[in-house]
């Protein structure tokens, strides 16, 4: 079965109010994270097979336990950067043990993280 589209490229961008640079930046912007993280999701020689959504979905969840890694610090009195709080995802992810506190593990990486900086 083939698919047809229904639409054209620049019909789309308009009725969602972007311009193909709005378009070439995002995918710019997710290539950048493919490549910087896709090792950790699981996606390494899988990019063809895996939909664009799927890429975008799962930048934005890994974003979304940035953005909580650093309110959490900030609440327990830690000065971290965008790029500590991903490395903390990321050792988080690795470490995980459902039979412990999230939030000791959060804060034992933190300060992993933070000793590994210093």
Do not use: P
């Not at 009725?15 to 493919?34: A, I, P, Q, R």
């Not at 336990?65 to 610090?73: F, G, Q, S």
């Not at 000065?79 to 050792?91: F, G, K, P, Y």
């Amino acid at each position: 079965m083939n698919k047809t589209l229904d639409i054209t490229l620049d019909e789309l961008l308009k009725k969602l109010g972007k311009t193909k640079e709005d378009l070439v930046m995002e995918l710019d912007e997710l290539n950048k994270w493919m490549e910087t993280t896709n090792y950790r999701h699981g996606f390494t020689g899988m990019e063809r097979f895996v939909s664009l959504g799927y890429m975008f979905y799962k930048k934005k969840i890994f974003e979304g336990k940035v953005d909580d890694v650093l309110n959490r610090a900030d609440d327990w009195g830690y000065d971290i950067s965008w790029e500590e709080a991903e490395e903390v995802v990321i050792l988080f992810q690795g470490i995980y043990d459902c039979n412990l506190s999230e939030n000791d593990q959060i804060e034992n990486c933190i300060k992993t993280v933070i000793q590994k900086g210093n």
